[in-house]
C-alpha cells in the first residue's frame, strides 16, 4: 500500500529570506497593508479592485482577495503599485 505524499507550496525564496533574518514580505510578493487608526489604509503590491462602493472595497492581491468594509470609503490615490482608502474602516477580511 503506497502513502499518498501531500505537498505544501512554499513561496520561492522563503528559506532564503528566513536565513539570512529577513522577513518573508522582503521578497516582494506580499501585498503591504498599512493602517493609520481605523481612518486611512495604505495597499501596497494589489493587483487591481475588483469592487469600490461606500462601503466595501475588494482589492485583487499575490495571495488572494483583501477585503475592506466600513462607511464612506473612498479611494484617495492609485496607481499600479499602491491604493490609499479614506473613511471609517471596520474591517480588512483576507478571502
Not at 469600490?52 to 462607511?71: A, M, N, T
Request: proline content about 6%.
Amino acid at each position: 500500500m503506497r502513502k499518498e505524499k501531500s505537498f505544501v507550496k512554499k513561496p520561492r525564496g522563503a528559506g532564503v529570506l528566513s536565513a539570512v533574518g529577513l522577513p518573508p514580505d522582503a521578497c516582494g510578493r506580499l501585498p503591504l497593508i498599512t493602517l493609520t487608526g481605523n481612518k486611512y489604509a495604505c495597499i501596497e503590491r494589489h493587483n487591481g479592485v475588483l469592487k469600490l462602493s461606500p462601503d466595501c472595497v475588494r482589492l485583487y492581491s499575490p495571495c488572494g482577495i483583501i477585503r475592506f468594509e466600513g462607511k464612506e470609503l473612498t479611494v484617495t490615490e492609485m496607481d499600479n503599485e499602491q491604493i490609499l482608502l479614506q473613511g471609517f474602516i471596520c474591517g480588512v477580511i483576507f478571502e
